[in-house]
């Protein structure tokens, strides 16, 4: 196919506007025209024509070596091979229109022999687009990779070409957070500052009343108060990121997934804590809890229980903090999955929140499924529940929501997740007990059973966790007697000189103290052992005998 460079001037005739061309008097000049390439491509399917065309060459050789360029492109496809003749002219005519540089000659080998975009203009933002768009999980989960897509990904790095992005621009994103976040919290620390000094100004007064006008204009014009982007909803952004990537990984549109190399804060997740006498003192003093998961004792949660015994969600309580029950799963499971004569119940599904809306759905994962064994109070606790229940029932009559589930509304529908909570607080805030969540329900339940010395992997099937170390890192809080007899226990296994010698001591001070320990009826005061000597001269001559 037919290709050249040429020199080209662009003088124009003052009067007319045209360009002068070969009449410009100045063509021969050395450095004033410029030089320009031109190379026919293979035609379109209607048979019309195409070229590759471009200006602005400083010299013919940095011309030609374009040229060769677009030469050696055309060529990467084999004659008997229209398609990728075709994709390869395509590319070509677009880099032209565009005007962007010519690609790499071994980069587009590579992405012709697998099947990739040959130019790779798609951004981040239309893949993310798109990938969201096919994903087929349940909407709770859609929304919160959109959040993650629409408040981080696409404003930081949704512009850049999806095969461009690297590890660099991630962490410039990640980075970027950092700052925003350090930005937020010094804009509410000014506003809050604002409302105090706001609240601190007396209502009476022209001129108290015109402060406050000015103070409550500045605090409008302020930023709103804002949550930053803590370091677990960063790991949350990465991996939609990475999720997304894989995939177009999968689909043969990139090679390499930054991503799954960037490295950011680790999440440092809360350990549970029990309720000990000390920090119970110390919250009451202070106010602050000492870890965001707290667990009750055995006998906080026979507190609570008997404190909430006449509660109509009572068998809900009760069956949360012995059975470790998630809140979704509790607010879904159907009678139809729960047999009280075989004494267990099969976890099969859940309410999930999304915003306020509810929806049903299956367990958070496959071990999500699961049977549950339950003891003989959990079961006669549920018997209870089922016959207040269906007195409810009668009583509601037409009026009455059949859900089927074992947990409702007063009239049989769907129990609200986050109206669960709410009670929860309120309940053990009226219980005069130390704050703990409702999923820490679920963390004493875990605790009770290690504490009771059931196997782990048992504890871990209960629950629903995948993975026995789970378990182990998130839920064993070691209840304060169960750490002192382990302690115990492991002290006496390693024989030490000190504790013999302090123990020889100790049985030798006993028995010295036994030895000096006055008889009965004795005493070392002279009163008392004068007593003593004239009571046993009378036991004496009464047991003489007469003559």
Same mark, same amino acid.
């Given at each position: 196919m037919k290709g050249s460079t040429y020199r080209r001037c662009s003088c124009r005739d003052p009067k007319t506007g045209k360009e002068l061309g070969t009449s410009c008097p100045k063509r021969n000049s050395r450095n004033h025209c410029t030089y320009s390439i031109r190379q026919e491509l293979p035609p379109r399917e209607d048979g019309s024509r195409r070229s590759f065309a471009r200006g602005g060459y400083d010299s013919r050789k940095a011309a030609q070596a374009d040229l060769d360029h677009v030469r050696a492109l055309l060529g990467l496809a084999e004659s008997d091979d229209p398609e990728g003749t075709e994709l390869i002219a395509a590319m070509l005519a677009e880099v032209g229109r565009e005007r962007t540089p010519l690609p790499d000659v071994e980069e587009t080998r590579r992405r012709l022999n697998a099947g990739q975009d040959l130019i790779g203009s798609l951004t981040v933002a239309e893949w993310l687009d798109r990938w969201l768009a096919g994903k087929r999980i349940r909407k709770s989960g859609i929304s919160r990779y959109e959040t993650d897509i629409r408040v981080h990904l696409k404003p930081r790095i949704g512009h850049r070409r999806l095969d461009r992005l690297r590890v660099s621009h991630l962490s410039e994103m990640f980075t970027d957070i950092r700052d925003a976040n350090a930005a937020i919290l010094e804009q509410n620390a000014q506003r809050r500052a604002a409302i105090d000094e706001l609240a601190t100004v007396l209502w009476k007064g022209v001129g108290n009343r015109a402060r406050r006008k000015a103070m409550k204009a500045a605090i409008d014009e302020m930023p709103p108060f804002r949550r930053i982007t803590g370091p677990a909803t960063r790991q949350h952004v990465k991996a939609t990121l990475r999720a997304a990537l894989?995939?177009?990984?999968? %689909?043969?549109?990139?090679?390499?997934?930054?991503?799954?190399?960037v490295e950011i804060d680790p999440v440092r997740k809360p350990k549970a804590l029990v309720w000990t006498d000390e920090r119970i003192a110390k919250w009451e %003093?202070?106010?602050?809890? /000492?870890?965001?998961?707290?667990?009750?004792? /055995?006998?906080?949660?026979?507190?609570?229980? !008997?404190?909430?015994?006449? !509660?109509?969600?009572? =068998?809900?309580?009760?069956?949360?903090?012995?059975?470790?029950?998630?809140?979704?799963?509790?607010?879904?499971?159907?009678?139809?999955?729960?047999?009280? !004569?075989?004494?267990?119940?099969?976890?099969?599904? %859940?309410?999930? %929140?999304?915003?306020?809306?509810?929806?049903a759905s299956d367990p958070k994962t496959d071990s999500g499924y699961r049977v549950v064994a339950l003891d003989d109070d959990t079961v006669n606790v549920l018997k209870h529940h089922r016959e207040r229940q269906d007195e409810a029932r009668a009583e509601w009559g037409s009026a009455w929501v059949e859900t089927g589930h074992v947990f409702t509304q007063e009239d049989g529908s769907w129990l609200h997740p986050g109206k669960v909570t709410d009670l929860f607080e309120r309940l053990v805030a009226a219980s005069g007990l130390p704050p703990i969540r409702l999923h820490d329900l679920r963390h004493g339940a875990a605790t #009770?059973?290690?504490?009771?010395?059931?196997?782990i992997k048992i504890v871990s099937d209960t629950l629903g966790h995948s993975d026995t170390r789970i378990t182990r890192d998130i839920y064993q809080s070691v209840l304060p007697q169960v750490g002192k007899n382990a302690?115990?226990?492991? =002290?006496? #296994?390693?024989?030490?000189?000190?504790?013999?010698?302090?123990?020889? =001591?100790?049985?030798?001070?006993?028995?010295?103290?036994?030895?000096?320990?006055?008889?009965k009826g004795d005493s070392s005061k002279p009163k008392d052992r004068a007593k003593a000597q004239a009571k046993a001269k009378k036991k004496a001559k009464r047991r003489k005998p007469e003559k």
């Open positions: 894989n995939d177009a990984i999968g %689909q043969q549109i990139i090679t390499f997934n930054p991503a799954a190399h %003093q202070t106010g602050e809890k /000492p870890s965001p998961v707290m667990v009750w004792t /055995p006998k906080q949660t026979g507190a609570f229980l !008997d404190f909430v015994a006449q !509660d109509r969600l009572y =068998a809900m309580w009760h069956l949360i903090a012995f059975r470790g029950l998630r809140r979704g799963e509790a607010c879904g499971q159907p009678w139809s999955e729960t047999n009280l !004569d075989t004494h267990s119940l099969t976890v099969s599904a %859940q309410l999930v %929140q999304d915003g306020w809306e509810i929806e #009770l059973m290690l504490a009771a010395g059931i196997d302690a115990e226990a492991t =002290a006496k #296994l390693v024989p030490l000189q000190r504790k013999a010698e302090a123990e020889k =001591a100790a049985r030798k001070a006993a028995k010295k103290a036994k030895a000096k320990k006055p008889r």
